[in-house]
């Protein structure tokens, strides 16, 4: 019988969609756990640190593990633990003293299945046998985008009909998803991303300088991505002084959407474009969307940077993805694992620097995003140097 991989690529899909409601839903809740278990905000600023630091070390042990058990095994178990861990969200922390800890039980647990996610699903999609691979790959991190804006938005809707304090039920409403897609990883179709199942190790991918290129475009990518995202709604808020779920909406929300949009456009279009071509002028226009928040005091036109920048920013993760998969096709699951990281990386390193510098100018957000101009600035020189590369076609 011919293999339905249209199967494998819906179950990736939701798979995405399953990443962005663990990494979205926590934070919408986060003074309803300050004022209903008296968690301070402080301590509450470390779910994120677990939800993150869990993401890095799954990530690593990934390329250890992965080809002995199998993606199969591996991609249904992120599900179970990604809906494990958000029923876990309502009930844990009501089983303990302190229901931080349970919190923090739940984080971990759906961690594990988003890091998962994170590192199987795209080489998977790399395995299957579809045409244009580059615009299949962006397609599918379009739907981390559609999921953060349905998590953002039907989680608003709900609370506003049905008040915050049934946050629980929607905690278990938004497990089904993972719940349903156990079933449809377990039968789909799921071919091996290299011809004996086996890639290049960690320490035969570090011997190759290539691959440490496509590390700093991770890392960049990550940062310049996350960055924006991280700090738009505090941008929004500062700049326009409009209410906070105003900002949520203007800022963090338009930004996923046109992330999403940038994707699909490529999702569409990619076997028409120049890959390299493309992420070089996302590169550049990430840069001018930095400067627009950060130099320009009308925040009408910050707003603007601050949007432009998801659009600016789509291609890069998904693209150097691809990047990686054509620079090093005997990569397999380290190599995957290893990218993954570096987004991490850079999404951990990003906003951190954001932060600090705005703090350092008297939380001038301004200069804050200025410092953001460097992570752009640095992909695009490593683009370029790529693509007059001596071995180029």
Excluded at 303 to 332: A, N
Aim: glycine share 10%; proline share 4%; charged share 10%.
């Amino acid at each position: 019988m011919k293999k339905n991989y249209k199967r494998t690529l819906i179950a990736c899909y939701l798979g995405f969609i399953t990443q962005a409601i663990c990494a979205n839903f926590a934070p919408l809740l986060f003074l309803t756990f300050n004022k209903s278990y008296h968690i301070s905000l402080g301590t509450i600023a470390l779910i994120p640190t677990v939800f993150y630091f869990t993401q890095l070390v799954v990530d690593i042990l990934c390329g250890l593990v992965v080809d002995r058990i199998g993606y199969r095994k591996c991609v249904v178990a992120s599900e179970v633990c990604a809906a494990l861990g958000l029923i876990g969200m309502a009930f844990l922390p009501g089983m303990f003293a302190n229901p931080f800890t349970g919190i923090v039980i739940a984080v971990i647990i759906y961690a594990i299945g988003s890091g998962l996610i994170e590192v199987l699903v795209s080489p998977i999609v790399e395995a299957c046998p579809f045409e244009h691979k580059e615009a299949v790959m962006s397609m599918l991190h379009s739907f981390y985008c559609w999921g953060s804006v349905g998590v953002i938005v039907l989680s608003s809707l709900f609370f506003i009909l049905f008040g915050i304090e049934n946050w629980k039920i929607l905690a278990c409403f938004w497990a089904i998803i993972p719940l349903f897609n156990i079933f449809n990883f377990a039968t789909c179709p799921i071919e091996r991303l290299t011809e004996d199942g086996k890639g290049m190790s960690y320490w035969q991918l570090f011997g190759v300088p290539i691959f440490w290129v496509s590390v700093i475009l991770m890392i960049c990518a990550g940062a310049s991505e996350i960055s924006m995202a991280q700090w738009a709604s505090a941008y929004t808020e500062s700049a326009l002084g409009l209410a906070k779920t105003v900002c949520d909406l203007a800022g963090p929300c338009m930004f996923a959407i046109t992330m999403g949009i940038s994707r699909v456009i490529f999702g569409k279009f990619g076997d028409r474009m120049n890959l390299k071509n493309f992420m070089i002028g996302s590169g550049i226009l990430c840069l001018c969307c930095y400067a627009l928040a950060s130099i320009f005091q009308n925040p009408v036109i910050g707003l603007i940077g601050c949007i432009l920048c998801g659009f600016s920013v789509g291609i890069m993760w998904p693209g150097t993805i691809s990047i990686s998969s054509k620079l090093l096709p005997g990569g397999g699951t380290a190599m995957f694992a290893m990218i993954a990281m570096a987004g991490d990386l850079g999404g951990s390193i990003g906003p951190a620097l954001v932060g600090n510098i705005t703090e350092i100018f008297g939380n001038n957000m301004h200069k804050g995003m200025l410092a953001g101009c460097i992570f752009p600035a640095v992909l695009v020189v490593c683009l370029i140097a790529l693509k007059f590369r001596k071995t180029e076609k």
